[in-house]
């Protein structure tokens, strides 16, 4: 292929399509090489598998419990090669859709590894047949995401030892003990998911908390809700080795300076995820990194001309919405549309039950940057909506400007927090007041009165 492009894109994740679909709009020839599937990680192996699972789990919940609202059911049953089914009609039907809006963009979508093979500016593409071809650009972007980053704990190679990757795909029958080893996002949603379906969690998080990126308060919460309902979750405990016995591993952890072991039929390593740069430059040809991160300004651009990076790949935020608003900005930088460097308000979701969501400053946050703040909380325990459909207790908490009323953040842990949490991504996108806010007519009922309730002061 000797066509020149305005851009080639290098990964199809949420970063790298959505990226793709703005340079074409903004009238770029664009390219986009991809070496899997479409969607990327998010699509295939984290945001929308986890959900699916999360769904299906929520169904078994429901019926297990609907005696509560009146109804009788006989009880459930998991059938797992059904919810992977599930799983994999949904990506299939998403996936479709991607590939409609990238072919009506007409976007160049070429399958292949790509690499960067010289300073300029040309990407090499290696079929899946081992052939290979070079797409010469204007500009480049580098939207190759990241992959489960595993640390050197002795027997992670075990059998039985997975990373989401594998327990995302699994079809055998729930197991009836799971370990966990890291508690931030990926490690909760999954202990969520496999205690709904009946299996004894257990989590080891070398932290002092769980979800230790987000405010505290969230994170106790969470662990709270979480025992209550059966899993066994030790904060501060770090991961020594594991051994397989005859019916599954035992783990050996640290815990307050003592030696501690537990033992699980399977474990789930979620220690983290590193940027995914294997073999995406050839000698010479590789921007600035840090710990393999690709370094980049505000614009997306790294240490070469006319190559920009986005999304995990940069280490930045591992979320999907970050990528792709990365994208956007990096996209609209190369036409001379973005010059303003304003920082992305970025909400974070977290999956479990109740959700859990935040956006702008924790009041830590505010007081650590000398901003004169303070916060209100409600409890969720008032709302009809809530006690109607028997929601455990939760909370909303706003942070604001203490002479202004100017709302700063929000941190959700309820029902429907992760759709709520947009309501304060606008308010404080828009520069509203905690009046402003609480003016606002809501319907009854509704798990939004939550927020009107949580703006008035
Ligand atoms: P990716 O989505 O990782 O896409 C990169 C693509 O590049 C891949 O398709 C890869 O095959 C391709 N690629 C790599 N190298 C090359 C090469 N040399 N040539 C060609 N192609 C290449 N985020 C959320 O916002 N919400 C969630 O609920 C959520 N849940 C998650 C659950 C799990 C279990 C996991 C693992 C992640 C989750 N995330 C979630 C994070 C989210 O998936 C990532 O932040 C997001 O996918 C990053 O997008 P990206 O475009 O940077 O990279
Ligand atoms: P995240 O980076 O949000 O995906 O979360 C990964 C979590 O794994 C972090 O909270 C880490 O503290 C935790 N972690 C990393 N290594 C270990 C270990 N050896 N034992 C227990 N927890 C770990």
Redesign the pocket.
Known sequence: MNEHFDLTV?????????AALEAARLGFHTAL???????????????????TLIHSAECYEGIKHSARFGIQSQEPSVDMKAVQQHKAETIASLQTGIATRLKTAKVTVCQ????VVSDGLLVR?TAPDGTAFDLESDHILL??????SIPPIPGSDLPGVMT??EL?SYDGAPFDSLLIIGGG??GV??AGIWQALGTKVTILEALPSLIASLDRELGQSLKLSMKKKGADIHTGASVRSLAATENGIRCTYLEKGKEQTCAAQAVLI?TG?RP?????FSEGCAPATERGRILVNEFYETSIPGIYA?????GQ????????A??LRAVRHMAGRESASAPLLIP????TSPEIASVGLTLDEAKARSIVAKSHKILSSANGKSVLTLQERGFIKVVYEEDSHLILGAQLLCARATDMVSEFAVAIRQGLTMEDMADVIRPHPSFSEMITEAARL
Do not use: F, M, W
């Open positions: 290098i990964g199809a994740g949420p970063g790298g399509y959505e090489v991809e070496k899997d599937a479409i969607g990327g990680t998010c699509l295939n192996r984290g945001c929308i598998p986890t959900k292949g590894i790509g690499s593409v939207a190759t995401g990241s992959t489960p989401s990757d995302l996002v990926i949603e999954c979620a995820r995914y740069t294997e073999g995406l986005i999304g995990d790949v940069t935020i591992s979320l999907a919405h970050a990528a792709t990365q994208g974070s979701c977290v999956y």
